[in-house]
């Protein structure tokens, strides 16, 4: 083979070798066997000093073009090797924007959160503050100062869970009334307490071992039982609509004196009588009465100058009214197909 054939041959060669190479290391060693120290073209460079001059001249001419070209080819195939490996990597990255989001589910107000937010708003409006209490209480301040000595027969409506014999779960929120006149030591008060209360009750449609109550305390020097009236009939008519009324009924509570339970007219009939309100045409909400001159004088204050009124909202009773809920437990068990019901659309 004369050494222009060699030369000759030589892209063949090349083209034999790069094909089916699809990466960039490959291509580079096929590079190093051709362009490189131990290629053809070194080895007819170095054959060269063996030529006479016009020979020399034109190997010297074929060797570089046929070289350059070589070069270009080796370039041309770099580049499409790259092509295919980005072209390949867009295929594997590609998005399709125009695909909906994945929606994150979004939690709602419970409602008795909602309940107890709406009591708040309403009372803040007529002038009260919400005052607070720990779940965990003493005996005295759940007890003994409402007026609810040891042994006293009353306490057998409120059983509950004992840490020992002085400390408990409180089984109302009226504890808060006993805190707010030892902190206010005489001055008016005019206070609700919304929060979670506990009774020894087997769970059941309505009854529930845990369970929360909104308080209401207002103490004055002109405070009567016309102002409980006015402060409850406001609070039925923005709780369930403008044209409820309230019936207050005789009853005891050893804390106040003399005690009322409250009913609401029923929303179902509108007081004619149906199953909900057992064809009464009412449904009790809450107890209330004036304090109690003991309460009062226990935790300082002077029934002559300043006496009042309070109350306790069975927040779940109003819940359940107002949503249409027939079993307490609903509130507790967090089934999302109930809670769902409650979530305001956005
Ligand atoms: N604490 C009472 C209960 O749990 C409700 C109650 C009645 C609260 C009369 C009061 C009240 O503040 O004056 O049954």
């Known amino acids: 083979m004369t050494e222009l054939e060699k030369l000759n041959q030589i892209p063949e060669d090349v083209e034999k070798e790069l094909k089916g190479i699809d990466d960039l290391n490959q291509l580079q060693q096929k590079k190093a066997l051709f362009l490189g120290k131990k290629g053809p073209f070194a080895e007819i460079m170095n054959n060269m000093k063996n030529l006479g001059a016009d020979a020399k001249k034109e190997i010297g001419m074929a060797t570089n073009k046929i070289k350059q070209a070589i070069e270009a080819k080796f370039e041309e195939k770099r580049k499409a090797i790259e092509d295919a490996i980005i072209q390949k990597k867009l295929e594997q990255e590609k998005i399709d924007v125009t695909l909906p989001g994945v929606a994150l589910p979004v939690g709602g107000?419970?409602?008795?959160?909602q309940t107890v937010m709406d009591l708040e708003d309403l009372y803040i409006s007529?002038?009260?503050?919400?005052?607070?209490?720990?779940?965990?209480?003493?005996?005295?301040?759940?007890?003994?100062?409402?007026?609810?000595?040891?042994?006293?027969?009353?306490?057998?409506?409120?059983?509950?869970f004992y840490i020992n014999p002085e400390l408990l779960l409180r089984s109302q929120t009226s504890p808060v009334q006993v805190r707010t006149m030892l902190e206010k030591k005489g001055e008016p008060i005019k206070i609700i307490c919304p929060g979670k209360v506990y009774r020894r009750d087997a769970d059941d449609a309505t009854h529930s071992h845990q369970f929360m109550q909104?308080?209401?305390?207002?103490?004055?020097?002109?405070?009567?039982?016309?102002?409980?009236?006015?402060a409850l009939l406001e609070m039925a008519r923005k709780m369930f609509d403008k044209d409820r009324k309230i019936r207050l009924r005789p009853s005891f509570f050893p804390f106040t004196e003399p005690s009322v339970e409250v009913d609401v007219s029923c929303g179902i009939c509108g007081g004619k009588g149906c199953s909900t309100?057992?064809?009464?045409?009412?449904?009790?909400?809450?107890?209330?009465?004036?304090?109690?001159?003991?309460?009062?004088?226990?935790?300082?204050?002077?029934?002559?100058k300043i006496q009042g009124f309070a109350f306790g909202i069975g927040v779940e009773r109003i819940a359940m009214l107002?949503?249409?809920?027939?079993?307490?437990?609903?509130?507790?068990?967090?089934?999302?197909?109930?809670?769902?019901?409650?979530?305001?659309?956005?």
Request: glycine share 10%; with cysteine; hydrophobic share 35%.
């Open 109 to 113: 107000i419970h409602p008795l959160m």
């Open 126 to 160: 007529m002038g009260y503050s919400v005052a607070e209490g720990p779940e965990i209480e003493t005996d005295e301040f759940c007890f003994e100062k409402l007026n609810l000595p040891k042994g006293h027969p009353a306490r057998d409506m409120q059983d509950t």
């Open 214 to 230: 909104c308080e209401g305390l207002v103490l004055g020097p002109n405070i009567t039982l016309a102002d409980l009236k006015g």
């Open 277 to 304: 309100c057992k064809n009464s045409g009412w449904i009790e909400i809450l107890g209330a009465g004036m304090v109690n001159d003991n309460v009062l004088r226990m935790s300082g204050y002077d029934p002559k």
């Open 322 to 346: 107002k949503y249409k809920i027939d079993d307490i437990r609903n509130f507790y068990i967090n089934d999302v197909r109930f809670l769902n019901q409650f979530k305001e659309e956005k």
